[in-house]
């Protein structure tokens, strides 16, 4: 990919460093913890030691885009049974999405005593620019203080601090992590935002030129929390398998647009079909053993720009997401 399609790309660490501040500033309305490790870095703390909630779940969500997507709750999931959603829209689709939101950077730290190992997501990961879709994009932002988020469970050992504010060109102090188990109201929210970026990752995977997608809007369901890590897993990822929809506006030919939307969907994987926990579990919980081209949207729309013809492929699928959810 050429790097032009980066070169009018704002910065999304400043973009996204007053959202960062208001949930500070507003940690107890928005039910989140804030505290500090030794060497300075922030810790928001959104469901692991304290509730957690949906509109904190929906702020974080904006700050993984690089606060350059909008994520609102909706009341149209398109299930008679789940009747509420997240909505999802990127102003700079590839930039949001892939440049910030994809948890592509792998951190992990072992030791005598424990281990610890996150995908890292946010705005961050473009300081530190380690990640081949990042440097395919030839986009490295700039900034004196940047923010990492981490779907775990538990607290970040200090030397996974140290390493991101290095990689980043960040003091310790610098720095903030948020934290969003899959057991927590905000940590199930802030995935479900996600559903737009599982569409441009896909088109991204199957080597669609990104430069001609120039919006997105995406719509699913938000899981209820699992309770514990792998059933909030599990139903997180159904939630956008069987659940979540995405329209793509691209400036492209109609067959380009045709063959994108007939591509995208999940229900194009030999994985396709149960839910994600147990499919998981039957790949003896390695992910890269799990067919990639699962990791989608039940439905796409892909409208040609030029022409204005859509194209429509994928489905809803309600019985998966009943069974996943426990309803």
């Not at 300075?40 to 993984?64: M, P």
């Not at 590839?94 to 948890?103: D, F, K, N």
């Not at 960040?170 to 599982?198: C, D, H, W, Y």
Request: net charge negative; proline share 5%.
């Amino acid at each position: 990919m050429s790097s032009a399609i980066s070169a009018n790309w704002t910065s999304v660490n400043a973009a996204s460093q007053p959202l960062v501040e208001y949930l500070i500033s507003h940690a107890q309305a928005l039910q989140i913890d804030i505290s500090t490790l030794s060497n300075g870095t922030r810790i928001i703390d959104a469901g692991i030691n304290c509730v957690g909630g949906l509109e904190a779940g929906r702020i974080i969500g904006e700050i993984c885009m690089g606060g350059l997507g909008t994520v609102t709750l909706g009341t149209n999931s398109g299930f008679d049974n789940w009747p509420w959603s997240v909505n999802v829209h990127a102003k700079t689709p590839v930039l949001s999405c892939l440049g910030s939101q994809y948890a592509g950077w792998s951190l992990s730290h072992k030791s005598e005593q424990s281990k610890f190992f996150a995908l890292g997501s946010g705005p961050g990961r473009a300081l530190a620019a380690k990640e081949e879709v990042i440097k395919e994009f030839g986009y490295q932002d700039q900034g004196d203080s940047t923010c990492i988020v981490l779907e775990v469970d538990s607290f970040p050992p200090i030397e996974i601090a140290e390493k991101v504010a290095k990689d980043c060109g960040v003091a310790t102090n610098k720095l903030t992590f948020i934290l969003t188990p899959t057991s927590s109201l905000a940590g199930v929210m802030q995935i479900a935002a996600r559903v737009l970026e599982v569409a441009m990752h896909k088109a991204h995977t199957i080597h669609f030129p990104l430069e001609k997608i120039i919006d997105g809007y995406g719509v699913t369901p938000v899981a209820p929390p699992g309770g514990d890590f792998m059933t909030g897993m599990g139903r997180t990822n159904d939630a956008i398998l069987y659940g979540g929809m995405v329209h793509l506006f691209a400036d492209c030919t109609d067959a380009e647009a045709k063959e994108l939307a007939e591509q995208i969907p999940s229900n194009n994987s030999s994985d396709y079909g149960r839910p994600f926990a147990e499919i998981f579990k039957s790949y003896e919980y390695d992910f890269f053993k799990i067919d990639p081209m699962l990791f989608s949207p039940a439905k796409v729309v892909v409208t040609n720009t030029k022409t204005g013809n859509s194209y429509s492929a994928g489905e809803l699928n309600s019985a998966m997401l009943s069974t996943s959810f426990g309803l």
